[in-house]
């Protein structure tokens, strides 16, 4: 099954920073994209970013562009989403996902996900 577990999500101010972590349980990450997705109470889950299995290619919803970063390191079978600049609106629960390539089109399972809250 594959499947993540998040970590990294908190409490922060706006315009502080969190860098989240997603790692891989039960498979290789190597040969997959990963994809963040955020999901606030009463809204959809929504794509947040996506880089692809070598790391090359990334993408990034409109919302989150310029402030946030996606990595991954495959030596550690881990993936990264580096928030800076965070606003009230990115208050979410942030999950990670594997995509045979950057499609939204998620596979495997959901983790538990990692709240992050951005208030005063």
């Known amino acids: 099954q594959l499947q993540f577990v998040e970590s990294g999500g908190g409490l922060v101010q706006p315009g502080g920073s969190l860098r989240l972590s997603c790692a891989a349980s039960?498979?290789?990450?190597?040969?997959?994209?990963i994809a963040w997705f955020r999901q606030a109470p009463g809204k959809e889950r929504e794509g947040v970013s996506c880089?692809?299995?070598?790391?090359?290619?990334?993408n990034y919803a409109d919302s989150v562009k310029g402030r946030f970063t996606i990595s991954r390191d495959n030596a550690k079978n881990i993936g990264y989403l580096q928030m800076n600049s965070l606003k009230p609106e990115d208050t979410a629960v942030y999950y990670c996902?594997?995509?045979?390539?950057?499609?939204?089109?998620?596979?495997?399972?959901w983790g538990q996900g990692t709240q992050v809250t951005v208030s005063s």
């Open positions: 996902a594997a995509e045979y390539r950057c499609s939204w089109g998620p596979i495997g399972s």
């Open positions: 039960g498979f290789t990450l190597d040969y997959y994209a």
């Open positions: 880089i692809s299995s070598s790391g090359d290619s990334t």
